[in-house]
C-alpha cells in the first residue's frame, strides 16, 4: 500500500524559509506526476507546483520564483524550498502523488499524504 509522508512544516517569519519533504513508500515503480497542494482555513485546496517524472513543473502564479520543486525519482521524494515566504503562503502543504504504478502492476490512480501545517507569522 502506498503511503505519502509530509516533513518540514513549522512556524515562521515573513521573509524566511522552509523546506518541505514528501516520502513515497510501499512497492511503488513509478509515479507519473508528484504535486504540493495547499490550504488555506476558508478556501480551496490550491496547486502549489508539480513536478513530472521527466522533470517538467507546474507552479502557481504567486509562488514562481521562490518555491522551486524538486524530486528523487529513484527513492520517490520531493521537496518543495519555500523562500521569501509571506503570510498568504500560510496554510496546511499536501502532498499529492498521481500516476502510481506498483511493481505489482497495481495502478493507484492518486494518493494524498496527511498535511503539514506552515504558518508565516507577518
Known amino acids: 500500500q502506498v503511503q505519502l509522508v509530509e516533513s518540514g512544516g513549522g512556524l515562521v517569519q515573513a521573509g524566511g524559509s522552509l523546506r518541505l519533504s514528501c516520502a513515497a513508500s510501499g512497492s511503488i515503480f513509478s509515479i507519473n506526476v508528484m504535486g504540493w497542494y495547499r490550504q488555506a482555513p476558508g478556501k480551496q485546496r490550491e496547486l502549489v507546483a508539480s513536478?513530472?517524472?521527466?522533470?517538467?513543473?507546474n507552479y502557481l502564479d504567486s509562488v514562481k520564483g521562490r518555491f522551486p520543486i524538486s524530486r528523487t525519482n529513484a527513492k520517490n521524494t520531493m521537496y518543495l524550498q519555500m523562500n521569501s515566504l509571506k503570510p498568504e503562503d500560510t496554510g496546511v502543504y499536501y502532498c499529492?502523488?498521481?500516476?502510481?504504478?506498483?511493481?505489482?502492476?497495481?495502478?493507484?490512480?492518486?494518493?494524498w499524504g496527511q498535511g503539514t501545517q506552515v504558518t508565516v507569522s507577518s
Open positions: 513536478i513530472t517524472s521527466g522533470g517538467n513543473t
Open positions: 499529492n502523488a498521481r500516476g502510481i504504478t506498483e511493481y505489482s502492476g497495481r495502478y493507484v490512480a492518486q494518493d
